[in-house]
């Protein structure tokens, strides 16, 4: 699932190199970050290691402007390398000619501050001293990285630049020199030129440009500002999140979570910072979206202020994404899934094949004499490779149901697609299962998985009972391995159709005999799995434990687990379109987890 990216603005471009057109950004520093969840608040904190943070993918990676991604306009250039470095995740990226303002910009260090998006992957739980919540994520995933407006680290600087904030040593300015300045335009210009050099703000410079200070009296007072900094102690590198929704981000997953739970499923609890967003219609989401990009609605008409939001902000169209995400995982998710309970799930890092080598059981050891040599042992090894796919299917909810505020269809269509999407990873696990008249995929030793070489199928078929059981067992346990020494292999699972779901039942009952010949030898020791999409009323199987043998396995692309949604504003479509994206694959990686008996 599209999980949403995590984005923290804690970062500043530095080492520009004018020729090359490049810059390299402190991306990360592993400050901590207040964040919250369904639980409360927490903080988190990024692990800034080779091992939790791949760079073999980043060559490319977009620079953004302020996380936009509506156009290829929003793109000022790529990434062109990274490395840690002192506990620091330090980026190189390259500026597009087109954006030669942007590069500009840089160079003189009016834009300094850059934030990145990422997803976690693993974390780790705990608590500070005050017993306050902790998360340290210790693997995530680079998505991009953006120029934006507001930093969050005070002490993050463009790096290896000249300085131009003066000392604290330096000779006052000669503030009886008559100003060089020819107009008031001009002063009040050098003045809010000051207030951005120094960072002084706003404030300041208006509180000059009303008091009509001259351009000697303006460097004077940035002077005494820089002094007057200096002297008090930096404060420590933090990021705020917590409920403020200054961050557009932010606000698309709490007005996606209000119109979840608002429109889709009223059971769901909402979180403090999204509890404003509760009850809004589409038209006031539109303007809240158009007001946090610093967009005027005075006037505008509901067509009108929906029409702008679709087509001049990407936040408008995400909340849609984000409330569709949070419909069609619960679908997902809720939906039976009966043969991954009997597989294994892993990642694939691309859509490569991906062949996975099964090494042998270790051979025995032997005694060393005295004075003997140590003897150089054999592994056997065997081969499957399988690779994942990309399947999925667009939607659309149009303008005049946004205009309408009708969102039930939009909500109904998120839900079936999750389930469609659960429903399509079922059928593509058991037709795998059924292939060549229910004997299963051809293997790498160019026999079905259910052979009676590989001593996983029944000479006979026959009806579920104790002795075919009891066959069935005993064939697990006498598997061998490459080598051919035993691997025993413990049975987990009775796979079944609907037609033979009471026999199981029966079969599997725990028992509570009186006499010693009454006792049920399988009574509580297999879990019965019924799936209703095998159609051979009459066969049925023995597993083993997948975390203990390889056997049937599933993967997904790495980072896209389940179904993802992209948004954007509709043009086929007057409205919204929505993508519905699965990366997955499967195949048999060993017979010897599996066992079948057809039956009759």
């Known amino acids: 699932m599209n999980a949403p990216a995590f984005v923290r603005a804690a970062f500043t471009p530095s080492s520009v190199d004018d020729d ?45 402007d302020n996380h936009n991604r509506r156009t290829v306009d929003d793109i000022k250039g790529a990434v062109r390398g990274g490395r840690i470095e002192a506990g620091q995740l330090i980026l190189k990226v390259e500026f597009s000619p087109r954006a030669e303002d942007v590069f500009q910009d840089v160079k003189r260090g009016i834009i300094r501050n850059v934030s990145v998006g990422y997803a976690p992957e693993t974390w780790r739980d705990s608590t500070d001293q005050k017993g306050a919540r902790v998360r340290t994520i210790t693997r995530w995933a680079l998505h991009e990285v953006s120029l934006v407006p507001v930093g969050a680290d005070p002490n993050a600087k463009v790096r290896n630049m000249p300085e131009t904030t003066p000392t604290t040593d330096a000779p006052p300015p000669n503030t009886t020199t008559p100003a060089a300045v020819t107009t008031r335009a001009a002063a009040n210009q050098e003045i809010r030129a000051l207030a951005t050099t120094f960072d002084l703000g706003s404030d300041w410079a208006n509180d000059l440009i009303d008091r009509g200070a001259s351009e000697g009296e303006a460097r004077a007072a940035a002077l005494e500002a820089m002094r007057t900094r200096q002297s008090r102690p930096a404060p420590a590198a933090r990021v705020t999140v917590g409920f403020s929704n200054d961050d557009p981000a932010q606000l698309v997953t709490r007005m996606g979570e209000a119109l979840y739970a608002t429109r889709a499923n009223p059971r769901h609890q909402l979180s403090e910072p999204a509890r404003p967003y509760a009850n809004l219609t589409t038209l006031d989401m539109a303007r809240e979206c158009l007001r946090a990009r610093g967009f005027s609605t005075t006037g505008l008409n509901p067509v009108d202020t929906i029409t702008r939001a679709l087509h001049t902000t990407s936040d408008f169209p995400a909340i849609f994404g984000d409330t569709a995400n949070r419909v069609l995982r619960a679908a997902y998710q809720a939906a039976p899934a009966v043969l991954k309970r009997a597989a294994r799930q892993t990642s694939h890092r691309d859509f490569r094949a991906k062949t996975r080598i099964q090494v042998s059981e270790a051979p025995s050891l032997e005694k060393v004499h005295e004075a003997g040599e140590f003897k150089y042992g054999t592994f056997a090894e065997a081969k499957e490779s399988y690779k994942v796919d990309t399947f999925g299917k667009i939607f659309g ?204």
């Open 20 to 64: 090359a057109r490049t810059a390299e950004l402190i991306a990360a520093t592993g400050a901590g970050v207040d964040r919250a969840d369904f639980d409360g608040p927490f903080r988190e904190v990024l692990e800034i290691s080779e091992r939790a943070v791949d760079l073999s993918h980043i060559e490319g990676m977009p620079l953004l």
């Open 397 to 600: 909810i149009s303008r005049q149901a946004l205009v309408n505020d009708d969102l039930g269809a939009f909500t109904d269509v998120g839900g079936k697609f999750g389930l469609a999407a659960a429903e399509f990873e079922g059928q593509f696990l058991v037709s795998l299962l059924v292939q060549g008249s229910g004997l299963g995929p051809t293997m790498d030793d160019a026999k079905r998985l259910f052979h009676t070489d590989h001593g996983n199928l029944a000479s006979s078929g026959a009806a579920l009972s104790e002795t075919t059981l009891d066959a069935a067992r005993l064939a697990m346990r006498r598997q061998k391995g490459l080598t051919g020494s035993p691997v025993n292999v413990a049975p987990r699972f009775l796979l079944v159709p609907p037609e033979l779901e009471t026999d199981a039942e029966k079969l599997l009952a725990q028992l509570q005999p009186i006499k010693t010949e009454d006792v049920n030898p399988f009574g509580g020791k297999l879990e019965l799995l019924v799936e209703a999409r095998l159609t051979d009323a009459y066969r049925w199987y023995v597993v083993g434990d997948p975390a203990v043998i390889e056997g049937l396995e599933y993967a997904y692309l790495q980072g896209s687990e389940g179904p993802q949604t992209e948004t954007r504003a509709g043009f086929e479509v007057d409205g919204m379109e929505f993508k519905v994206r699965l990366d997955f694959g499967a195949a048999f990686l060993d017979h010897r987890g599996w066992y079948t008996n057809a039956g009759h």
